[in-house]
Every structure is written in C-alpha cells, then in structure tokens.
C-alpha cells in the first residue's frame, strides 16, 4: 500500500504539453475552415449571394477540364499551320498532365468537401469527392501561364487572361466547394506544372512520332 503507484504507458498520458507545430496547424486549419465557410456566400440559393450562384456555375464550367481538353483537340484537328500544331498539343499535354496530378493528390490527401458543399458539379469523377487541391484552381493557373507565353495577345487581352485564372480561383470558394488552402495550392501547383511543361516540351525533335499522326 506504501509503494508507489506504477506509471502509465505513455500513449495513456494525457500531453499536457502539445508541440508548437501542432498548435500551429491545428489554429490554420482552424481558421481556413472558418474563413472559408464565411466566404462560401454562392453556396446556395439561399446564401448571402445565392442570386449570384449561376454566374458563378458558369465561370466553374469555363475552368472545367471538358471544354478545355475538348477545345484543344478540335484545334489541334483543324490546324494548318506546324506552329499552332505544336503549341496546341503541348497544351493538350499540360492538360492531361493537370488532371493525373490532381487526380493523384486528391487521392494521396482524401481531404473531405466542405460541409456547406452543394454536390451540383459539372461532369465529376470519383475522386472529385475530395478537396484537396482545387483542379479549377491549378488548370487556372497552368492554362494563364501557358497562354501568356505561347500566344501573342494585346496587353488587355494578358489582363483578362489574369483576370479569368483569379476569378475562376476565387469562386471556387464562394461556390463552397473548396477550402481556401485547397485553392492556395492548387494555384502553386499549377505553376509548378507548367514549368514541368516547358522542361518537357514536345516538338518534331523530341516526339516525331506524335507529330507525324497530325
């Protein structure tokens, strides 16, 4: 009876003492699923902006891979010109490329949809019930970049292109369908795909055999 008592195990102790590191992404998780259900305001008809939520649905149609894929291979079919040719099938190769990473990362992270999320999308697919990271947010990204650089545009046309990546991005978040760092990442690995892209440029030098069936 006078002994002293036997110590716990060390996964029964509570940790009075949890590290910095966790309190720190335990406050940023925190804080981006607050600010992001507060910026959610097209989540339904019945949110702060509900009346806005159509044009929001057809800025998200106008980042969805479909039309894009659809669009760059119909150019890519009626093209005449070796240059156009070539700029076009390195973006259907940027494109394909976004949608396996995406694809990967969401299925890696299996980060939930937030809960104000209205499952209304246009043509999903099964990982599509992850969050994590927005593909409108990284195609958005990848396809601003790409066209910058390979397309020669008047500097209002450049401003709309920017324009359209962050509009596409922001509503991502009003629409409820992402979380703020679900976007936030998406942007940065958008970017990062397209220098993936530049580095492994298709031409008639490196990929004869793909330019010789166009």
Known sequence: SGAAAAPLPEEDCMKLNPSFVGIALSSL??????????????????????????????????????????????????????????????????????????????????RPRPTHNKMDMFVTMSVDKYSFPSGHATRAALVCRFVLRHLVLAVPLRVLVVLWALIVSISRVMLGRHNMTDVLFGLLLGYALYGVVEHCWLSPVTAPALFALW
């Open 29 to 110: 998780l925190a804080i981006d699923l607050w600010a992001s259900k507060r910026l959610g305001v097209c989540a339904g008809e019945g949110s702060a902006w509900g009346s806005a939520r159509p044009l929001m649905k057809v800025i998200e149609v106008s980042g969805h891979g479909i039309p894009w894929l659809l669009g760059t291979f119909y150019g890519l079919c009626q093209s005449d010109s070796s240059a156009a040719r070539e700029v076009l099938l390195n973006l259907l190769f940027a494109l394909l490329l976004d949608l396996v990473m995406v694809a990967v990362v969401k299925g890696l992270v299996k």
